[in-house]
């Protein structure tokens, strides 16, 4: 199932912004949701993960603190809150399911290339 991320846009640096991620169907899948992003001339690196029901979440170092992930399932959309936003936060931000699991016990994951939905571009300016 393919999730579509939206809610980018220019930030100034320290700024805040966030992102909402969505479902094509009316539900979120039963299964841990994560957050990726892409730099420019970059990989794809993951930044976080939200379980299915309970609301854990894991972060990267790298967003640790700034960022916060939450998820309402009645409502079928899972946020992305970033704060003290940095240049270096500039990337293409995407959301996507996990397929293996319902419980995060780490961000990092690999997803299936069939899942891979729209991203949002969130550009930092200093």
């Known amino acids: 199932v393919q999730l579509q991320a939206s809610g980018g846009g220019l930030v100034q640096r320290g700024g805040s912004i966030r992102l909402s991620c969505t479902a094509s169907?009316?539900?979120?899948?039963?299964?841990?949701i994560g957050w990726f992003r892409q730099a420019p001339d970059a990989g794809r690196e993951p930044i976080s993960c939200?379980?299915?029901?309970?609301?854990?979440?894991v972060y990267a170092e790298t967003v640790k603190g700034r960022f916060t992930v939450s998820r309402d399932n009645s409502k079928a959309t899972v946020h992305l809150q970033m704060n003290s936003l940095k240049p270096e936060d500039t990337a293409d931000y995407y959301c996507?399911?996990?397929?293996?699991?319902?419980?995060?016990?780490?961000?990092?994951?690999?997803?299936?290339?069939?899942?891979w939905g729209q991203g949002t571009q969130v550009t930092v300016s200093s």
């Open positions: 939200i379980s299915a029901r309970d609301g854990w979440a």
């Open positions: 996507i399911v996990d397929r293996a699991r319902d419980y995060c016990a780490d961000y990092k994951f690999i997803p299936s290339m069939d899942d």
């Open positions: 169907g009316s539900t979120l899948p039963d299964r841990a």
